[in-house]
């Protein structure tokens, strides 16, 4: 069963006919206002098919037109043969994962070779002696640490020592 609005639409566009016809027009309140209303339709659809018909194109602007149609036409075609693809592609992936771990090997490698496995830091200290009386202090040891740079700083470290010995004072 058709609507009123499927219905008026089909009576504007001339595609009712016989039986379907008569009852339409019998259910409309005013036939007269809705006959000019359709004469009124007509008219615009033909001033609207007049106005808005294609304009005709000069050469260059066919030329031009053309050459956008087949830009469009070989953008279509190449998105459809290889889908909705972004950048990073696994192809893409993989090498990029590869780059990345061959830089990294690189640089470990030159950067290992700046440094001597023998050569001692120069943030290393050296002890220089310990003394502990083992009668005062069973548990205790010192450490004296001297660094080799040009600060020349002296560091004394005790463990588990109660008392300093005399030999330790100040000088």
Excluded: C
């Excluded at 379907?20 to 409309?28: K, N, R, Y």
């Amino acid at each position: 069963m058709k609507t009123f609005e499927e219905k008026w639409t089909a009576w504007l566009d001339g595609q009712l006919s016989g039986k379907e016809l008569a009852e339409f027009e019998a259910s409309l309140p005013d036939l007269e206002a809705a006959e000019a209303e359709k004469r009124d339709a007509l008219r615009l659809g033909t001033f609207l098919k007049e106005q808005l018909a294609a304009q005709a194109l000069s050469n260059e602007e066919f030329f031009s037109h053309q050459l956008h149609q087949r830009i469009a036409h070989a953008r279509e075609d190449r998105s459809r043969d290889r889908g909705t693809s972004t950048w990073w592609t696994i192809p893409r992936l993989v090498w990029s994962g590869a780059a990345a771990l061959a830089l990294f090997v690189i640089t470990t490698v030159v950067l290992m070779s700046q440094h001597q496995p023998g050569e001692q830091s120069e943030y290393l200290t050296q002890i220089l002696n310990s003394r502990v009386d083992p009668a005062a202090n069973p548990n205790a040891t010192i450490y004296i640490f001297e660094s080799k740079n040009d600060n020349k700083v002296t560091v004394l470290w005790t463990e588990g020592l109660q008392s300093l010995p005399a030999d330790y004072a100040a000088k």
